[in-house]
């Protein structure tokens, strides 16, 4: 699939430039953040910080309550890690409009445990007044500034940055999952980068006669979504969630929480980082390791439907499902 580069760097231009009224803090990490276009496009409006996150949580909490709209600009971890108090104490206890652009979600970086931010959605989601919003592909880094605006209070964004795919020709709603595949029998719930892999799994389930469906899900609180809720309380065998976080307080938690709300007595299953750090190295190699990729979500898909593979998971279309007898399962009936 083809990729994009640097589009967050091209919409916060566009974005700054429709919204006057926005700033955007840096904590000294301008070019990896791609906040370097907006700063040479408005000066005036931007604010380099330096290595003092927790200082520069408390500057944004503080320019909000001038009729400012802070984007604060960092990766991940030294965020929610750093600054915690202060984003507690001077943003979500006064219910501010500051966005906090968090980069490297996930173990979509190298850097290991220092870098990767594997927990940030369950520490956040734990936060008063505070929204989460998740970019799965460069249509969604398009719109999330937008979203995270409207909100008009104190929002934490998970941000995907370099070569990205376009999955999406529609902006993101705020709160409203994706339908990207209908099916009764099991539902596969994915965001932000996992959302790749699990659509291409997902199309050769369903080329093998397996009747899931799937949902890309980009707001992780509120999630109170009613497509999520319709979806769950129609599907017979299953549920999967898959996330770039760990399986503790993220999107299979909140999912687990729905369920459990409303009544849902099917399985759950959670693919993510299963309460362990993971070390550096590639993306792709990552999500292959601690099994949040496409191949995984085939692998459990066929397992909670009762089939084995038969062939080589890693490539995507070479395996075939096959029933206890060794036929390939073929019809929804089968299954």
Known sequence: MPTESRVHARSLVDFGTRHPDTVVLSG????STEADDFRAAFPDRFLSMGMAEQNMMSVAGGLARQDVVPLVHTFAVFMYRRALDQIEMSIAYPNLPVVMVGFLPGITTPGGVSHQAINDVAVMRSLPNLRIVEAGDAAEVEGILDVAYDQRGPVYVRMIRGAIPRLFDTPM?????????????VLVLSSG????GATTAV???RVQGVDVGHLHVSTLKPFDDPTVIEHLRRVRRGVLTVE??????GLGSAVAEVMAQHGVGVPLRRLGLQDTYAHGASKDYLMRQYQIDGPAVLAAVAEMVGARLDG??????????????GHPLTQDEAL
């Open 244 to 249: 770039n976080h760990t399986v503790v307080g």
């Open 28 to 31: 000294d990490l301008t070019s």
């Open 312 to 325: 080589d998971v890693t490539e995507l279309g070479a395996p075939r499902l096959v029933g206890a007898d």
């Open 193 to 196: 980068v996992c959302t790749e």
């Open 203 to 205: 199309a050769a389930l």
């Open 173 to 185: 709603e705020f709160n409203r999952a994706r339908v990207l595949a209908e099916g009764g029998d």
